[in-house]
C-alpha cells in the first residue's frame, strides 16, 4: 500500500505531485477510511478538496484515483467513477503481472498506456457512451431490487439534463427501448408499472429539456399519488424537473445521491409532519441557495436539542388538500417562487 505505480498530469489539471508515493498512501489512507464510513444507498464517492474534488475507485488490488475540478460540467461524478473503472480496467489488463514485481521499472514502459489515457479522456463521444451504459446498469440494479425504484428518476436526470441535444435524444431512444421490454422481464405486474412510471416520468422530464437551459431540480415529497401528479404537471415545463420522494427517508436518499454541481429546491406536501421530519430537513446538507416550502395542515413541533444546521424553511398552512389542483391558485405561487435560480 502507497507504492505509485502510474501517474499522469492532464492537460486540464494544474496540479503537480511532488511525491508521487507520499500522495498515493494518502489515497490509500482515505480509500479504507471512506469504505468504513459507506453505508446502504450512501457511499462516499469523493472527498472535497476547496474547488476540487478527489475521486477513488478500489479495483482488485490498485486504486484509482483523480483530482477533477468541482467546476467542471464536463465531469459527473457518476461519469468521473466509470472513468476510473475503466482506467483501472486497462492498466490491470496491461500490466497485471507487473505490479507484483517489486523491481519492475515503470518508467521505461507506460507511454502505450498513457496514450490510452490520452484518447480516453479527449473521446467526448465515448463518455456520453459512458453515461448511458452506467444507467443500464443502474437500470439492472433496480429491477434486481438492489435499490430503490426512484433512482430511475434522480439519476437519469442528473446524467443526461445538462448535456446537448443531441445527447438527450440517444437517452431518450435508449429510455424508450427500455420501456419496451419492462413487461418482459418483470413479471410482478405492480413492480413492472412502478418501473415503467419511473421511466415514463425521465422521459417526458428530458424531452422538455432538450430546448430549455438553466433547470432546477425540485424534489416534492408527497405521499399521494394524484396529488403528485397534480404538482408534477404544474411544475414540468417551467424549467424545473420535478422529482419524487414518497418519505423524508427517501429524501435524504435523494439528496446524498447528488453533487454540489446540482441546483434544487425542496417541496414537502404532508398533512401531518413530525418534529423528526423537520430535525431531517434541518440537517440536509444543500446548496446555500437551496429553498424548503412546506405545505401542511399545522407547522410541527420544532425537534428538542440544537439543530446542527440552520435551514430557512417557508410553512403554508392548508388545512384541505384535496382541494389542491390544477386551478388552485398556490400553484402558481408555488411554481413562480421555486422556479426562480439565484
Known sequence: ????????????????????NLFSGLVAGLSNFAISLSTKHKAIEYLKMGKDELHFETLGNIIVAAIISATDEKYHSFTVKTLLQF??????DMYVDATEDLLYDWDIDVNPFTNEIKNFIQDNDLLEDIKREQFQNLF???????????YIHWRGIQLFADTAPNVINQ???????LEDVVPTIISDKIFAAQILDALRRLYRNLQLNVSKEDTRDLIIVCKNDDLYDVLETAFIGREIHPLR?????????????MNSKNIYNILVVEENVSSKDLRVLH??????DCKIIMIVSKIPRLPKGRMTQHKDISFIIYE????INGKNPILEYLVTSLSEIN
Open 140 to 150: 439492472n440494479e433496480v429491477i434486481a431490487d438492489k435499490l430503490p425504484i426512484e
Open 171 to 177: 437517452a431518450l431512444e435508449m429510455i424508450s427501448g
Open 1 to 20: 500500500m502507497g507504492l505509485c505505480y502510474y501517474n499522469y498530469n492532464a492537460p486540464v489539471s494544474d496540479y503537480e505531485i511532488i511525491d508521487e
Open 87 to 92: 482506467i483501472g480496467t486497462k492498466f490491470l
Open 283 to 288: 440537517n440536509l446538507e444543500m446548496p446555500s
Open 245 to 257: 420522494s414518497l418519505d423524508f427517508e427517501s429524501l435524504v436518499r435523494a439528496i446524498n445521491s
Open 320 to 323: 384541505t388538500f384535496s382541494e
